[in-house]
């Protein structure tokens, strides 16, 4: 069965250090999200593209939080410089044309 | 605006009928879902229901949809230890096209022996 793929699992950083989560999505899925979820509540959009393009980054903290999805496949987010308030799990879902979101294992931040 | 809320704790015991339940605020949510999330990992589809819709049985999972009240609940019958997780509603709106889901707190299920 496919699944979304997310390096690395866990990665522990120290502040203001820079910091990189990387996303391989289900093939053929033109839709990838970026959400984050701190401890004990549920998940935030951060970022949502359509193939290579930004559909949605309203929640993305632009002056240190970045993402791309050059070639509509695989995506990076970034974090630089990294704040003890970005403590969390990052995750990655994919979606086809359809409703059904399908999220990878996610990325668990800690910033020291 | 968008508002989802969950309690926060079921306990049951295995073998029984879990339910557990969500209100929304949106009243343009197209579609409603179910996931279900096990310590340190990421999120599973369980099942979702289209807002016109007042039912889905899928298997052990039933969902009821009340949306004059914006009720959303999940019956699991037969509750079993594996299925002690997180469960969490989500809600996604069509406007804009960009099926951005707005989750709730989510609910934590003990099943005891």
């Known amino acids: 069965e496919a699944e979304v793929a997310q390096s690395p699992r866990y990665k522990i950083t120290e502040k203001s250090q820079a910091v990189a989560f990387w996303c391989d999505p289900i093939s053929g899925h033109a839709t990838l999200y970026w959400y984050r979820q701190i401890l004990g509540q549920g998940p935030e959009l951060l970022v949502q593209f359509q193939d290579e393009s930004v559909v949605d980054d309203s929640q993305l903290p632009k002056d240190r939080f970045s993402a791309e999805r050059l070639k509509g496949v695989d995506s990076t987010l970034k974090i630089q410089p990294a704040e003890l308030g970005d403590s969390a799990m990052y995750l990655c879902a994919s979606s086809t044309i359809s409703y059904e979101q399908y999220f990878g294992p996610g990325t668990r931040l800690t910033v020291t | 605006g968008e508002d989802v809320e969950q309690s926060l704790f079921l306990s049951v015991r295995e073998g029984d009928s879990s339910v557990i339940n969500c209100t929304y605020t949106?009243?343009?949510?197209?579609?409603l879902y179910w996931y279900k999330q096990e310590p340190g990992a990421g999120l599973q589809l369980l099942t979702y229901?289209?807002?016109?819709?007042d039912m889905k049985q899928d298997q052990r999972l039933t969902v009821l949809l009340n949306k004059k009240d914006k009720h959303l609940s999940l019956r699991i019958a037969d509750t079993q230890t594996g299925d002690s997780a997180i469960y969490f509603c989500?809600?996604?709106?069509?406007?804009?096209?960009?099926?951005?889901?707005?989750f709730g707190t989510g609910t934590q299920l003990k099943v005891e022996l």
């Open positions: 229901i289209f807002s016109n819709m």
């Open positions: 989500a809600e996604t709106l069509s406007a804009g096209g960009g099926n951005k889901l707005t």
């Open positions: 949106d009243s343009s949510s197209t579609y």
